[in-house]
């Protein structure tokens, strides 16, 4: 557990960034989301994968998180929401 002192230098030190201001750190900002499976802006599945299996476990999960959660609200893949992406290989 954070100090007292750690967690208000931390809000003091988040309540100061302004976000990237180059076009190279936007650039690699915008790609954070990738980073995050289930809230990531878009999802890439393998050839391999089935994509109705994972989107069946991705309403699977969200029925698991407390009503009003974003990922609970936010409009699900098969209804619109963000796309899914095939690839034939992972990047490392």
Request: glycine share 8%.
């Amino acid at each position: 557990m954070p100090s007292q002192l750690r967690s208000d230098t931390a809000r003091a030190n988040g309540a100061k960034s302004r976000g990237p201001k180059s076009t190279e750190t936007k650039e690699k900002s915008s790609r954070n989301s990738l980073r995050h499976g289930f809230t990531s802006r878009h999802t890439i599945l393998l050839e391999c994968e089935d994509e109705d299996e994972f989107l069946d476990l991705e309403e699977e999960f969200a029925a698991t998180l407390p009503a009003g959660h974003a990922c609970r609200t936010r409009p699900g893949r098969r209804n619109g929401g963000h796309p899914l992406a095939h690839q034939s290989h992972p990047h490392h």
